[in-house]
Every structure is written in structure tokens, then in C-alpha cells.
């Protein structure tokens, strides 16, 4: 009885933790591979004025991703934007933009968790804002699930090209 009792309060009170052992990653070049991520940047010219992104689409339709810049750059810790998306209302302070990412390789009219679709996001991005542009990769509203949630610091792999 006492075995059961327990197990009923633990798996109680894990239905209602929300994700909370699931846990934030802050990725750049030198640790993607402890996440296994693959992030490709590439300037898209000779004269580096653009940058090509191409990533997977991580977990996706279950986790969604945003390209977010800001007005300047911010903290690893700054980048962690659970918050802003998990509240009540979308909180854009401190954000010049939020653009929703969808994958490519999916075609329009088929179904999203096809799995012999590749899918893959890929944005281009100016080179004067790379240093305050995050991809930032999460499950969009609370959730009883775990994992890691994601903002990929695509400053930092601008740096290490440029290095």
C-alpha cells in the first residue's frame, strides 16, 4: 500500500510540473554536438553581407521554432525565452522581431510528422544583425513532457566563421 501511495503522489505530481525537468540549451559551435545538433551558417556571397541557416526542424510539429532579434545582443541566460512564450500574452518587450519558423521539405498539402520527409529549417539573415539574432526552439505552450528546449546563438557561429 505504502509502494502505491507513492507511486500515485509521484506520478500526480509530475502530470502537473509542465516540462519542469526538461532543461535549457544554449548552443554555439563548440557545444552542438552535446545536443546533436548540426547547425549550419554560411555567408551567402563573397562579401558576407548575408548568412544562410539551415537546421533541423527539432521535434517538429510538437516543438515549433522563432528567428527573434533584438535590439542588441543578449545573455545565454537572456536567450532562454520560455517565459515570454509559455505567458498569457506573446511579451515582445525587448524584441525587434519574432518571425514563427515553419520546416522546409514539407510540401503544403502532406502531413507534417511524415518521416520519410527530411525537414529542416533554413533562413537568411543580414550580417550587421547576427550578433542580436537567436533561433530559439520550444514547445509552444506548457506541456507534460521533458527534453531540452533550445535558443541557438547564431551570433556565435558568425564569429567562429569570421575567426
Not at 74 to 89: A, V
Not at 132 to 144: G, K
Amino acid at each position: 500500500m505504502k509502494n502505491f501511495l507513492l507511486l500515485f503522489i509521484s506520478l500526480t505530481l509530475s502530470a502537473h510540473t509542465l516540462a519542469n525537468w526538461s532543461r535549457y540549451a544554449h548552443v554555439t559551435p563548440k557545444c552542438e554536438n552535446a545536443y546533436d545538433l548540426n547547425v549550419y551558417v554560411s555567408p551567402t556571397n563573397e562579401e558576407n553581407t548575408t548568412y544562410l541557416i539551415r537546421l533541423p526542424a527539432i521535434s517538429f510539429p510538437s516543438k515549433q521554432a522563432w528567428l527573434i532579434v533584438t535590439p542588441k545582443p543578449i545573455s545565454p541566460k537572456e536567450q532562454n525565452q520560455r517565459t515570454r512564450f509559455w505567458g498569457d500574452n506573446l511579451n515582445t518587450k525587448n524584441i525587434e522581431s519574432i518571425i514563427p519558423l515553419r520546416p522546409n521539405g514539407i510540401p503544403i498539402f502532406s502531413q507534417a510528422d511524415e518521416p520519410d520527409i527530411e525537414k529542416y529549417y533554413e533562413v537568411i539573415i543580414p550580417a550587421h544583425e547576427a550578433d542580436r539574432t537567436y533561433i530559439y526552439i520550444d514547445f509552444p505552450t506548457p506541456v507534460s513532457d521533458g527534453g531540452y528546449f533550445y535558443s541557438i546563438d547564431i551570433g556565435s557561429y558568425v564569429k567562429e566563421i569570421k575567426n
